[in-house]
């Protein structure tokens, strides 16, 4: 046990707690009325959650039941599918979308102040300095896996979309509109890149491809402002000659980034980028609420890394009130299924017929295990690691903190199929311990100092399999192009 976790303790457990987990907090006043920035929220949520169709039923039930003498007969007139189609597409469809842009606005706006009002932060960071250490990442993965996989990958488009990617590129032109259920609620990607004029196929894969840059702008932004260090990335000698480089690159082969080069167009990204915009910079309260709401907006599944976050690393007097925006969203969504929740389960394919992720998971269990540790692949040695050396040092908040957000969204693979891509939501765990790690290195012995590196270095060889429980081989098979996939191809040949 000395050898793995033994070291003097030189930093005061609250305040380790203070320093990596907590997010820092602004005293700024709220900028948007308090009852108008929930209904903001409100709002958000029912454009996402209630599509036209039912839009329109709900409204024809309504006008139906009305005490106007000939109401039904007019009614039954024009319930047509062309009065319906006409209906829809010249006026649900554009109050909807009206909505949800000034809910928008609404939501990110105290965001925005506060990315604009932290100046000296990004001063202090060297903002050129990492944007061009991140472009040194974006391309190192991309040797490793390119972003553009077709027609080697199943489901992949010429624009370079892959996977339920393309979904979201044909949703990209017309946001409001879309029925299909799976997409419809991950609403706040498409929607951005329609509202900038970014839609459709091509353009859409290159908008995914800038918010692939920005999440790995965003993770070297949280590392450098957490880890203590004379030296910046970048700063005395080139990026790619630091051995600090090369651990960066290792966590980012972890799938919270990678599976964005293997399946471009997936939405999670923003998630994730605006998680680390409230762990790097100090928000007032109305800021992350708007951050937790426009998660929820992006992605469904963004409960599962915002509940532990909530917990652990938001102030106590602004919990409630956000695990309450979080518990909102699914009322919603319950309520647009007619209060039927298998109904709504059915329609996200989570019960229900052989390819129902209940069903999957408990028919390849094996598949799902290595799906879940392809999710931080080697790292997850070291999230044990660092929360281990935690707990003995009796720091037991911060070790649990990082074992709790880092595994919490494992429970999403009974909801949903992708188990690596799923597992990879509690990234903000990983990046986390990495961060523990690193300030104490120093007072590591030899063996564990070269114990670490080498795991760093391994994992980075280590092709990330991107592992889904409806397509069994791709826990075996790596079809994505680059230098994994020449490796992949080593390993099935030393196997067999």
Same mark, same amino acid.
């Given at each position: 046990?000395?050898? !793995? ?9 609250? $305040? ?13 006043? $709220?900028i948007?009325?308090?009852?108008? &920035?929930?209904a903001?929220?409100v ?14 039923s !709900? ?5 139906? #039941?009305?005490?106007?003498? =000939? ?8 319930? #047509? ?19 949800? @842009? ?34 040194? +990442? ?6 490793l ?19 339920l ?18 997409v ?15 839609? %459709? ?15 790995i &702008? ?14 910046r990335?970048? $700063?005395?000698?080139?990026a ?15 799938s ?8 471009? %167009?997936?939405?999670? #990204? ?17 800021a ?10 992006n992605?469904? =599944? ?11 690393? +938001? ?6 009130s956000?695990?309450?925006?979080v518990?909102? &969203?699914y ?41 879940? +540790?392809?999710?931080?692949? !080697?790292?997850?040695f ?17 070790a ?7 595994s @919490? ?8 199929? $992708?188990?690596?891509r799923?597992? %990879? ?12 790690v ?5 007072? @590591? ?13 391994? #994992?980075?060889?280590?092709p ?9 081989e791709?826990a @075996? ?11 992949? =191809?080593?390993l099935? !040949?030393?196997?067999?």
């Amino acid at each position: 046990m000395q050898f !793995l976790f033994g070291w003097k303790n030189t930093i005061d457990s609250a $305040d380790r707690y203070q320093e990596y987990v907590s997010f820092k907090t602004s005293q700024a006043p $709220d900028i948007i009325p308090h009852k108008l &920035f929930w209904a903001a929220i409100v709002i958000s949520y029912a454009v996402a959650n209630i599509p036209v169709e039912r839009i329109y039923s !709900l409204i024809f039930t309504i006008l139906k #039941n009305l005490p106007i003498q =000939g109401a039904e007969v007019f009614l039954t007139k024009y319930n #047509n599918e062309i009065t319906k189609a006409q209906i829809s597409s010249h006026f649900i469809v554009s109050i909807k979308g009206f909505l949800f @842009f000034v809910a928008f606005l609404m939501l990110a706006y105290p965001i925005a102040v506060t990315v604009g009002r932290s100046g000296k932060i990004w001063e202090e960071l060297g903002l050129k300095r990492i944007a061009i250490v991140s472009l040194y +990442f974006f391309l190192a993965l991309s040797l490793l896996v390119f972003p553009y996989s077709y027609p080697h990958v199943l489901l992949s488009h010429p624009s370079g979309l892959a996977s339920l990617g393309v979904s979201y590129g044909q949703m990209s032109l017309s946001p409001f509109a879309e029925s299909y259920e799976i997409v419809a609620r991950r609403l706040l990607k498409p929607a951005i890149a329609y509202f900038i004029q970014m839609q %459709g196929y091509v353009l859409y894969y290159l908008f995914s491809l800038i918010c692939i840059y920005a999440l790995i &702008f965003m993770t070297v932004c949280f590392w450098e402002s957490k880890i203590a260090s004379k030296y910046r990335l970048g $700063d005395t000698k080139p990026a790619i000659y630091s051995r600090k480089f090369w651990v960066y690159l290792s966590a980012m082969t972890s799938s919270y980034a990678i599976v964005c080069f293997q399946w471009p %167009g997936y939405p999670e #990204n923003i998630t994730f980028i605006l998680i680390l915009l409230a762990a790097c910079l100090p928000m007032n309260r109305q800021a992350r609420l708007g951050t937790v709401a426009l998660c929820m907006v992006n992605h469904d =599944g963004s409960a599962f890394a915002l509940i532990p976050i909530i917990w652990f690393c +938001f102030p106590k007097k602004e919990r409630i009130s956000a695990l309450f925006a979080v518990i909102l &969203f699914y009322g919603i969504w319950f309520a647009s299924h007619g209060l039927n929740l298998q109904q709504g389960l059915e329609s996200h394919v989570v019960v229900g017929g052989q390819k129902s992720a209940l069903s999957l998971l408990t028919q390849y269990p094996a598949i799902a295990a290595a799906g879940t +540790f392809f999710a931080y692949k !080697l790292l997850w040695f070291l999230v044990l690691f660092a929360a281990g050396r935690l707990w003995l040092e009796k720091d037991r908040k911060t070790a649990v903190a990082i074992v709790a957000i880092t595994s @919490f969204p494992v429970l999403m693979i009974l909801v949903g199929w $992708d188990t690596t891509r799923l597992t %990879g939501f509690g990234f903000l765990g990983m990046l986390i311990a990495l961060v523990a790690v690193a300030n104490e290195y120093g007072k @590591f012995t030899k063996n564990q100092r070269q114990l670490l590196l080498a795991a760093a270095c391994a #994992n980075i060889l280590l092709p990330s399999y991107n592992v889904a429980l409806d397509i069994p081989e791709s826990a @075996f098979k790596y079809p994505y192009p680059g230098i994994y996939k020449a490796i992949g =191809g080593i390993l099935q !040949l030393i196997v067999q």
